[in-house]
């Protein structure tokens, strides 16, 4: 039960934080928190971590080139 409840803080306070920075659309958070939940709860932290990495790659080439 923690251990569910750690995992789905962990998704949402990385939803609210690329909300807030403007990175993701509210569509795209609503995806990536789908995303997120099906992998950390299927998949488990290494195939979170990839997809996380995934995501602050894309962000953050998308930030450098505007």
């Not at 609210?16 to 928190?33: C, D, I, K, M, P």
């Not at 997120?36 to 990839?50: P, R």
């Amino acid at each position: 039960m923690v251990d569910a409840l750690a995992k789905i803080l962990v998704i949402v306070t990385l939803a609210v934080a690329t909300y807030v920075s403007r990175s993701l659309t509210f569509s795209g958070v609503l995806a990536s928190v789908f995303l997120g939940i099906i992998a950390l709860f299927l998949g488990g932290w290494d195939c979170f971590i990839i997809l996380l990495a995934f995501l602050i790659l894309g962000v953050a080439f998308t930030k450098y080139r505007r």
